[in-house]
């Protein structure tokens, strides 16, 4: 049921031995834009469906626990970067349903959708389902959800090119010129140029009202009631195993590691149910996150800047408050720029993969499904992109599923 670590898990020894300021900057890198733009998707939903400040302060806490005790517990067993962080897609889903569902009835829904994680999960199917999928289709969803943030640089450098253009020329600086992006790794570069951009101009504009400093947990009974369950558990579900689930598997392979594909669903569905004690989404592993923490460095360092990424998540539960408040207090373009600069290597291998080989015709048809921005019965786009393109795939492309079933 569970994988087998391949080597023994590290110690604090072989984690200050691994650590250095590429893979620290990494993990503070993943920190930073899981604590801008997501969260300002989750307080946005938040506010719209009525939840009071203290029930979206304890909804932040959560997910940055859940993530920061995920991704340390299973880096450092599995010595591999293994992100962890809450589902976007799942909280934009949550929306419409805030709307004329009760607080309480969501959050049964969180519960029970946590439960089924965790079950299929101890099943092992789904480590079956992902095996039984080509690799070119499943990136080719990657490339389509991660494609966004490619064309981010270009509208942050053009809606604000006084943060955004020193940002990008330093990263295209460091990169081109090897002596200097040995020195200075080029995603830290432009972290620093768009920090002392963003201060420069003036553009930090921090909330003067203040508030509280740290988070203080609220637990919201869970209401169990068949409408929400009926409306929110499976594709709660589905969203967490196979559309970002799916997303961190491309996305470590991707990049040589071996991701635990069942541990992952065990994990998620067990973290999924700490995240509904305080009102939060569910846990997954995601795509983004895990792209940022193994953009640079030796494969078997890349572990380190997972851990540093949780530990940070955990100092940020802590002051949730606090940093949420400096987090959004940065210009929108910041983040963006960061994020898509980080992203690039990531994007450029998404596409490598869909579209070198085989499956060809199967990773378009993904691409452009998911693309779209099919939704269907509350379930993502990546979903249906990934079920039609394989079925295409099957269909029309025979010769490449009897050539790799044979390998």
């Known amino acids: 049921m569970l994988e087998r670590a391949e080597q023994r898990p590290a110690g604090i020894r072989d984690l200050l031995r691994d650590v250095g300021g590429v893979y620290a900057s990494n993990g503070v890198i993943g920190l930073v834009f899981s604590a801008s733009g997501p969260i300002a998707v989750t307080l946005a939903v938040g506010a719209a469906g009525g939840l009071s400040q203290a029930e979206m302060a304890s909804w932040v806490c959560g997910i940055f626990l859940s993530a920061g005790l995920a991704t340390i517990v299973m880096s450092l067993l599995y010595r591999q970067p293994l992100g962890f962080a809450w589902s976007i897609p799942g909280t934009v889903l949550l929306g419409p349903s805030l709307q004329h569902l009760s607080f309480p009835e969501v959050v049964g829904a969180f519960f029970v959708s946590g439960v089924l994680v965790l079950a299929l999960g101890a099943t092992g199917v789904v480590r079956r389902i992902m095996a039984a999928i080509p690799m070119p289709i499943v990136m080719a969803m990657v490339a389509a959800v991660f494609l966004r943030f490619g064309t981010d640089i270009v509208s942050s450098t053009q809606a604000n090119p006084v943060v955004a253009g020193p940002m990008v020329l330093v990263f295209v600086l460091l990169a081109a ?3 200097l992006g040995r020195r200075i790794p080029p995603v830290l570069g432009t972290l620093i140029a768009g920090v002392i951009a963003v201060a420069a101009s003036g ?10 400093v740290l988070a203080t947990p609220v637990f919201t009974a869970p209401e169990f009631s068949w409408a929400a369950q009926l409306e929110l558990v499976v594709p709660l579900a589905i969203t967490v195993l196979i559309v970002q689930n799916g997303q961190g598997v491309a ?17 998620s569905g067990g973290f999924s149910i700490l995240n509904a004690c305080f009102g939060a989404v569910s846990a997954c592993v995601t ?3 895990n792209a940022l923490l193994t953009s640079s460095g030796e494969k078997h360092r890349q572990y380190t800047a997972a851990v540093v990424y ?10 949730a408050p606090t940093l949420t408040r400096l987090m959004l207090a940065t210009p929108e373009t910041f983040v963006l720029a960061l994020g898509g600069i980080a992203m690039l290597k990531a994007l450029q291998q998404a596409f490598v993969t869909a579209f070198a080989t085989k ?6 048809v993904t691409f452009v499904v998911t693309i779209s921005g099919l939704d269907l019965f509350n379930i993502h786009a990546a979903f249906w992109g990934i079920l039609i393109g394989y079925g295409v795939s099957r269909l029309m492309e025979r010769t490449d599923h009897s050539t790799a079933s044979r390998h």
């Open 203 to 212: 553009q930090f504009a921090l909330d003067a009202a203040g508030g509280p």
């Open 310 to 319: 949780g530990l940070l998540s955990l100092l940020f539960a802590l002051f």
């Open 251 to 267: 996305v470590l392979r991707s990049a040589g590691h071996r991701p635990p594909v069942n541990a992952f669903a065990l994990a």
């Open 359 to 364: 499956f060809t015709l199967g990773a378009l």
């Open 287 to 289: 795509g983004p996150t």
């Open 177 to 179: 010129v090897p002596a």
